[in-house]
């Protein structure tokens, strides 16, 4: 994906949650690569240890996101160190159990909605007087295709990624006025651990096999691939650019043209 000027990418400064890992990895290389300021919030020290190494002068900070004092004591030292905020990634997120919800455990459901919305909001709302004294602030918001459609044994992920949903076109509307632009992204089946251990639940359930689960993914969408995660950290990047100046408030799916969800 071209940029209008690589120019404006390498001078924002830029926070990841989630970011040592998966679709949160991929995002923060490629900011990083195009020369920005690159802050990373995880969970997972080990990983955080392995980004740092990888990609020397990124900023890791260990945080739990089901922690709202940890949010509070994290984030701002984050931006801190950052020097500022310009672009904000809300990439963090748990899947949950896969059952249906007249045996869904209510303390696994908390569980999501805590780090999937509530993560979130804590978050966001730490960074927004940062993103007020930038020039050009985004924040892009991590949903899915579980925020387009129902999905079946699936339903706090799927629940949590509409709400994402309704945060992100309330944002949007709230922080217009300070030329924040808000966005989220919806994937489809991305390629990576997650999705195996989802079709494996699948099947546990099903009483199919994975690789019968797998054909099933498949036969709902164009494409017959996984989504690569590096395509959505190109599509991170376009969207926090000056090319993407005049996109607000919107849901861009990124997911093999999926027609509903397994």
């Known amino acids: 994906m071209t940029l209008r000027s690589e120019d404006d990418v390498s001078k924002q400064k830029v ?27 995880d969970v997972d020290e080990v990983a955080l240890r392995a980004l740092a190494a990888e990609l020397p002068g990124v900023e890791t900070f260990g945080c739990d996101l089901s922690n709202r004092h940890d949010i509070e004591r994290i984030v701002p030292a984050a931006i801190a160190a950052l020097g500022g905020l ?11 159990p896969t059952a249906p919800v007249e045996a869904f455990d209510p303390d696994e459901w908390d569980r999501v909605m805590q780090i999937n919305l509530g993560g979130t909001f804590n978050v966001t709302r730490l960074a927004i007087p940062h993103l007020k004294r930038s020039a050009a602030g985004s924040i892009i918001v991590m949903s899915s295709v579980a925020g387009r459609y129902g999905y079946p044994n699936r339903s706090a992920y799927s629940a949590s990624k509409w709400g994402l949903i309704g945060l992100t076109k309330t944002l949007s509307r709230e922080l217009g006025e300070y030329g924040i632009r808000v966005n989220a992204i919806l994937p489809g089946a991305v390629a990576g651990e997650r999705i195996e251990n989802v079709l494996a639940g699948r099947a546990e359930v099903s009483g199919r096999t994975v690789e019968e689960e797998r054909r099933r993914a498949m036969s709902l969408q164009s494409l017959q691939r996984f989504v690569d995660p590096r395509d959505i950290a190109a599509l991170a990047l376009f969207i926090a650019s000056d090319a993407g100046k005049s996109i607000s408030g919107q849901l861009l799916p990124i997911d093999n043209d999926m027609q509903q969800a397994s």
């Open 15 to 41: 926070l990841v949650t989630a970011g040592a890992a998966g679709i949160g990895r991929a995002i923060a290389r490629e900011f990083f690569e195009h020369g920005a300021q690159v802050g990373v919030i």
């Open 86 to 96: 310009d672009v904000l990634v809300n990439n963090a997120g748990i899947a949950g």
